[in-house]
């Protein structure tokens, strides 16, 4: 009834005195492990080799090496991340030359199968338009695609990305076999038809949805830039 009636008193005075608090914590013993925050703000007491005082400095460190490693981690992390998006970005810069260096749509059709999947790091590049079931103005190398496969694939999205999936042979042609995870950039040439970048790897997680689209869309702005330029005469 004595630490009941002192910790009435302290709330009536507004003030806690050592043995209030001493009490308390005795009568809960798990306050500072629901509350482990706490425990930075203490100042410990020197090390005590016996007796029944618990030493808090070792949790104290133990606690502040974890928070160590975390950030450790996160640092690493964004480091390795950092890296990544810089050899990525890269990558992409020497597809965009190379496709612009291509000279015409013969030379667009070889720099995609050819030359993308090692600047790309993938393992199959092709690329398609829908020109129906008419004869294919398009030279060798180009995937004549069904009119509305597109849409159907892509609705009104313009890029795809795909992990653990099959390569679809309309896409990727004799090298849907190699395809464990794609990239489909859509291609709107003004007023030509409507054609796709595809880009398959071995990797079921080469492309995955959480991956950014923007570099993807870029170089798809380029090769709709040299079809423009290079597509057959009628």
Known sequence: MARKSETANASSTGSVSDEQVAAFL???PEFLVDHPELITTLTLPARFDAGPVVDL??????????EVEQLRGC?????STSRSNMSTQTRTHEAALALLD???MTGLARVVAD????LLDVDVATIGFETGEGPSPLMAGILTLPNGLLDRILGDGEVMLRASTTGDPALFGDGAG???SCALVRLTPNGLPGGVI???SRNERGFHN???TELLSFLARIVEDCVVRWWPAA
């Open 115 to 118: 030359d993308l999947p090692g």
């Open 75 to 79: 640092a690493e992390h964004l480091i």
């Open 57 to 66: 400095q070792q949790h104290v460190i133990g606690r502040l090496r974890e």
């Open 210 to 212: 959480s991956q950014g």
């Open 26 to 28: 005795h009568d809960h």
């Open 198 to 200: 595809a880009l398959g």
């Open 102 to 104: 291509a000279g015409s």
């Open 178 to 180: 190699l395809v464990s």
